[in-house]
C-alpha cells in the first residue's frame, strides 16, 4: 500500500498480527512471520489502518484477506486407524461390503490433486489365508467387498489387510484393516465316540450316572450350543439325558429303578442325539443292565404234603423233593440247599443239592411224633439269599416199645407175716399197672403174667385181673434174715399188632421186725505206729487227732480190745493193715459197729399205715431202762490219749456205770431199738438214780446178764487190769 503523502504511519491489527505476521509502517508491505500451515488456518483476516502523523492527524483503514495456499504436504491418514476391523459372515457371496476403509487428506482438495485420493489393497499380514484374492477394495471410496466365494471361518476366522491410500501429489498414507469372518451355523454336530456302549447294576438308584457322552460342532457361539436327548429305544422313560451345553457334554442318568428280572429291562438299545440350532446327529447306544442279587430263592409248592412215615422207615428212605428257584441269573441263581440245624437237632434227615430230602438215621416217634423240617435255600449271590419253607413230617407208630411199670414199685412184704398176703406197691395201691410209649392201638390193655418156672412158686402169685391191671399176693412167711429182697420177673405184653411182649422186674423187699436180740463181739485191730500230740480241749467235749502217739493209741485200743475179748464176746477178728496211713481207714474198720453181732437197729418200714405185726414190750409197770442223757459228741483234730483218759477217769469216779466199749462215740446207736443206746460214752449220766443203774439191767431178762456182770466188776479189777496192760 502506497500514500502520496510521506508522511503517513502503517499498521496491522487482527488475530496473527504481530505474532504471525508483521507491516512495514513505512511502506505498508505485510510480512509473514514464519513458515504458514494452511491445514491449521488456510484464512487470516486483518486491519490496516493509515495514519496522517503530518497533517491533521487523521487515519483510514481497510480489511485484508490472507489466503494460505495449499501445497501437497500431508500425506493421506485412514480415519479408523489404528484399529480398523470389520465382520463379514463366511459363506458371503462376491461383492459382499465387508467395511469401509477411508482415509483423509489435510491438503485442499479444491487446489490440484493434493487432497484427490485412491485405495488398493497391498497386502495380507494375517495367517488366515489369502487376504489379497478373497477381499477388494474401491478404489475411491475405499469399501472393502468379498472378492470371490469359499469364505470359511473354520479355515480362517480372521484377515489382516493393509491397505494403502495415495493422494494426487504422490503421498501414501497406510492401514491395516482386521476383517473377522462371523460364524454361520453350517456344520452339524457329531458324537466323538464311534460307538456307545454302557452297563448298569439294577440296583442303581434314580439319578445314578449311566454314561458321559460328549459331541463337537465345528461351529462356534450359539451354533455351537449342543443339546443331548434320548429319541427312541426307552418307551418307559427309564433314561435321562443332561445336557452340559457349554462344554458340548451330555450324561445319561437314570431316571427310574431298573429290574433285570424283566425280559424288557435287562437290554436297551437307546438312540442318543445330539444338536445344534439347526443340525442335529445320532448315535446308537446299548445299555446293559447288570443283574444283582435281590430275589431270595422261592420253593415251589409241592402238590401234596409228604405221606406220613412209619417210625422204623429204612435209613436212606426219600421223603420229599423239593424245588427252589431263584429269578435272577449266574451265580446269583445258583442255589444250595440244606436243612436249619434246629429243626433237627439229631441230624435224622438230609438234603441233597437236588432238592431230594432222606432219612439219614433211625426214627423214633416216641421221642417225636412229628418232624417239622425247614428246608433252606440259598443262592451263591454276594451277599447270599436264603429262602425257606417248610415241611412237616408225620411218623406212623410201630409197635417198638413194650410195657412198662406205670411207676417205680417198691412193695415191701414184712417178715414173719403169714401168707397169703397181698402186696402193697405203693402207699394207697396194690395195683400193678403198666404203660406203654407206643400209640394206643399198640397200648392197652396190657397182660401180665410170670415165667413159667415161677407158675408153682412157694413164693409169690400174680393174678391178672383182665383191665389192664395185676396184683401180687405173697405166699408165706418170709425171713429177712435169710433173704433181704426177691427180684420177681413180670412178663407184659400190649394189645398191639403183632403184640409187643417185654419181662420186667420187679424188687420186692422183705420189711425187717425187730426178732432178733444183741450179741456181743469182737475185733482185733493193728495199726501203724503215730505220734501223739496233746491239745487242750473243752471240758465235755472229745476230739479225734490225726496225729496221735503210737504207744497210747496202741495201748488204748488194746485195753479195749482185750477187755471185750475177757469177757467172753463174740468171735470177729478185724485186721487193720500195717499200710493203712490215714486216720479214716482205721476208723472205719476199727469202728464198724454194725458187724458186732444181733441187735443192730431194725429196718424201718417204708410204709407205717401197712399192717405191722405186734411189738415185743416190756411187761406193764415195767420201766425203760434208764434214759441217758446223750451228749452229742464230735470229734476235731484233738489229742486221742487225752480223750482215752478222761474217760478212764470217768469210768474211774463212776464204777456203777458201764465201761466204754469203743473209740467212737456211738450217740445215736440203737436209736431205734426198745433198750436205747449202749454205748459207755452216752451213759456218763443217769436221770435216775444210780443205785438202779444196775438192777434196771434185770428187768430185761437173762438177755442182759452179762451187760449186768459188767456194770458188777470192781473198780480195782478194771484199773489193775488196765495197768497192766499199759504196763505191758
Known amino acids: 500500500i502506497r500514500s502520496s503523502l510521506e508522511a503517513l504511519r502503517y499498521s496491522l491489527h487482527g488475530q496473527g498480527a504481530e505474532s504471525e505476521f508483521i507491516i512495514d509502517e513505512v511502506t505498508g508491505k505485510i510480512y509473514a512471520q514464519r513458515t504458514l500451515n494452511r491445514e491449521e488456518r488456510a484464512v487470516w483476516r486483518f486491519v490496516v489502518l493509515a495514519t496522517d502523523e503530518g497533517g491533521e492527524g487523521l487515519t483510514g483503514f481497510t480489511d485484508i484477506i490472507i489466503n494460505v495456499w495449499d501445497i501437497n504436504d500431508n500425506a493421506p ?385 400174680l393174678q391178672d385181673n383182665g383191665n389192664g391191671t395185676a396184683t401180687i399176693t405173697a405166699l408165706r412167711a418170709f425171713d429177712r434174715e435169710r433173704q433181704k429182697e426177691f427180684l420177681l420177673q413180670i412178663i407184659m405184653s400190649d394189645s398191639g399188632h403183632p403184640p409187643k411182649t417185654v419181662t420186667n422186674t420187679l424188687t420186692i423187699t422183705i420189711g425187717d421186725e425187730n426178732d432178733h436180740a444183741h450179741q456181743a463181739g469182737e475185733k482185733e485191730i493193728f495199726v501203724n505206729s503215730h505220734r501223739v500230740t496233746s491239745n487242750q480241749t473243752k471240758p465235755g467235749t472229745f476230739s479225734l487227732s490225726l496225729c496221735v502217739c503210737p504207744l497210747v493209741l496202741l495201748l488204748g485200743i488194746f485195753l479195749y480190745t482185750r477187755w471185750r475179748s475177757y469177757k467172753g464176746l463174740k468171735e470177729g477178728v478185724y485186721h487193720v493193715s500195717a499200710h493203712h496211713d490215714g486216720w479214716e481207714d482205721i476208723r472205719e474198720n476199727v469202728l464198724n459197729y454194725d458187724e458186732e453181732g444181733g441187735g443192730e437197729e431194725d429196718q424201718v418200714r417204708a410204709n407205717t399205715s401197712m399192717d405191722v405185726p405186734p411189738t415185743r414190750t416190756p411187761a406193764q409197770g415195767q420201766s425203760r431202762p434208764l434214759l441217758l442223757a446223750r451228749k452229742s459228741l464230735s470229734f476235731s483234730s484233738q489229742d486221742l490219749a487225752r480223750y482215752l483218759c478222761e474217760i478212764i477217769r470217768d469210768a474211774d469216779q463212776a464204777p456203777e456205770t458201764a465201761p466204754f466199749d469203743s473209740l467212737q462215740v456211738f450217740s445215736t446207736e440203737g436209736g431205734g431199738s426198745l433198750a436205747g443206746s449202749l454205748s459207755s460214752f452216752s451213759s456218763a449220766g443217769l436221770e435216775e438214780d444210780t443205785d438202779r443203774g444196775q438192777d434196771s439191767l434185770k428187768d430185761w431178762g437173762p438177755r442182759f446178764e452179762k451187760l449186768k456182770a459188767l456194770y458188777e466188776k470192781t473198780e480195782a479189777s478194771r484199773h489193775s487190769l488196765l495197768y497192766s496192760l499199759i504196763y505191758v
Open 77 to 461: 491418514i485412514f480415519t479408523c486407524a489404528p484399529d480398523c476391523h470389520g465382520n463379514v459372515p463366511e459363506n458371503s457371496a462376491p461383492g459382499t461390503s465387508v467395511m469401509e476403509m477411508t482415509a483423509t487428506d489435510l491438503d485442499d482438495s479444491a487446489v490440484g490433486q493434493n487432497a484427490v485420493l485412491s485405495y488398493r489393497i497391498v497386502g495380507n499380514t494375517g495367517t488366515g489365508g489369502s487376504g489379497s484374492d478373497m477381499f477388494s477394495i474401491n478404489p475411491s471410496t475405499g469399501t472393502i467387498s468379498v472378492a470371490m466365494s469359499g469364505l470359511d471361518r473354520e479355515q480362517a476366522e480372521a484377515y489382516l489387510l493393509v491397505v494403502e491410500a495415495r493422494d494426487g501429489g504422490g503421498m501414501v498414507g497406510t492401514g491395516t484393516a482386521t476383517i473377522r469372518v462371523t460364524d454361520v451355523n453350517d456344520h452339524a454336530p457329531r458324537f466323538t465316540e464311534r460307538s456307545c456302549l454302557a452297563r448298569v447294576p439294577e440296583s442303581s438308584e434314580p439319578n445314578a450316572v449311566v454314561l458321559e457322552m460328549s459331541a463337537e460342532d465345528w461351529d462356534t457361539g450359539e451354533n455351537a450350543q449342543l443339546t443331548f436327548s434320548v429319541v427312541a429305544g426307552d418307551p418307559e422313560q427309564k433314561f435321562s439325558m443332561v445336557s452340559h451345553r457349554q462344554e458340548h457334554r451330555g450324561t445319561l442318568r437314570l431316571k427310574k429303578r431298573l429290574d433285570y428280572e424283566r425280559p424288557s429291562e435287562q437290554r436297551f438299545n437307546l438312540t442318543l442325539k445330539v444338536e445344534d440350532l439347526d443340525f442335529s446327529s445320532f448315535i446308537h447306544c446299548v445299555v446293559e443292565v447288570e443283574d444283582c442279587n435281590d430275589h431270595a430263592p422261592i420253593f415251589i409248592a409241592l402238590s401234596q404234603p409228604p405221606a406220613p412215615l412209619p417210625e422204623d422207615v429204612p435209613v436212606g428212605s426219600s421223603v420229599a423233593r423239593l424245588t427252589a428257584s431263584d429269578s435272577d441269573s449266574g451265580q446269583n441263581k445258583e442255589i444250595t440247599y440244606r436243612i436249619l440245624q434246629e429243626s433237627d437237632p439229631l441230624g435224622q434227615f438230609s438234603v441233597d443239592q437236588s432238592g431230594l430230602v432222606t432219612v439219614t438215621s433211625t426214627l423214633d416217634r416216641e421221642t417225636a411224633a412229628q418232624h417239622h423240617l425247614v428246608i433252606l435255600a440259598t443262592d451263591h449271590g454276594s451277599p447270599a439269599l436264603t429262602g425257606s419253607t417248610i415241611i412237616q413230617l408225620t411218623l406212623l407208630d410201630v409197635n417198638d416199645n413194650g410195657p412198662e411199670f406205670e411207676a417205680v414199685y417198691t412193695p415191701v412184704v414184712w417178715e414173719n407175716v403169714a401168707g397169703p398176703q397181698l402186696v402193697r406197691l405203693n402207699q394207697t395201691s396194690t395195683l400193678l399197672r403198666a404203660v406203654d410209649r407206643d400209640s394206643e392201638e399198640n397200648g392197652s390193655p396190657f397182660y401180665f403174667s410170670l415165667p413159667l418156672e415161677l407158675h408153682h412158686s412157694n413164693d409169690f402169685y
